[in-house]
C-alpha cells in the first residue's frame, strides 16, 4: 500500500472513531482527536468542516461556514498601506480547504481553535452575556481613594 492511501486510511479510521464518540454522547471527542493529531501527524490533514460535520452534525454549508468566521475573526486588521507586491499574490482563504494543521497553528496562540468553537456554539444558540459596566467588585475597582463610590451599585 501506497503512503498516500494508508493516510487517507488513517483519517478516514480517525473520522469515523470520532462519529463514533460524538454519537455515544462521549464529550472527548475535541480533546480525543487532539491527542491523536500529537501522535500521528498524518491526521493533520482532515479538513475542519469534516471534524465538525462529525462531531456536531453540521451541515457542509454549516461547517464552512463556521471554518470562514473563525478566520474573519483572527485574520489580521488590515491597515490603509500600499499592496506590495507579496500582498497581490497571496490567494484569499477558502474554508473547504482548512486543516486541523491551520486550526491549531501554534502561532496564534490557541486563538482560531476558540474562535471556531465560539462560531459553532453561537450557531447552536450560546449566547455572550453583554458586558455590564457597572459590574465593579473592590478588588476590580481601580479608582483612586479619594473618588467616592456612590455611583457603584452594591451587591
Avoid: N
Avoid at 469515523?16 to 475535541?30: N, P, V
Avoid at 457542509?60 to 507579496?86: E, G, L, M, S
Avoid at 502561532?107 to 465593579?136: C, E, K, Q, V
Wanted: charged share 30%; proline share 6%; net charge positive.
Amino acid at each position: 500500500m501506497s503512503p498516500v492511501a494508508d493516510a487517507a486510511r488513517a483519517r478516514a479510521a480517525c473520522l469515523a472513531e470520532l462519529r463514533r464518540k460524538a454519537d455515544r454522547g462521549d464529550t472527548d471527542c475535541l480533546p480525543w482527536l487532539i491527542g491523536q493529531a500529537a501522535r500521528d501527524r498524518r491526521l493533520l490533514a482532515i479538513h475542519v468542516w469534516m471534524v465538525d460535520q462529525a462531531v456536531f452534525g453540521a451541515t457542509r454549508f454549516t461547517a464552512r461556514r463556521h471554518v470562514a468566521q473563525a478566520d474573519a475573526w483572527c485574520r489580521p486588521i488590515k491597515t490603509k498601506r500600499r499592496a506590495t507586491r507579496t500582498d497581490r499574490r497571496q490567494h484569499p482563504f477558502r474554508p473547504a480547504t482548512a486543516t486541523l494543521r491551520w486550526l491549531l497553528d501554534g502561532r496564534t496562540g490557541g486563538a482560531r481553535w476558540a474562535a471556531w468553537l465560539l462560531a459553532i456554539g453561537l450557531d447552536m444558540g450560546f449566547r455572550l452575556d453583554p458586558p455590564d459596566p457597572y459590574s465593579h467588585d473592590q478588588t476590580g475597582d481601580d479608582r483612586t481613594q479619594d473618588t467616592p463610590g456612590a455611583d457603584i451599585p452594591a451587591r
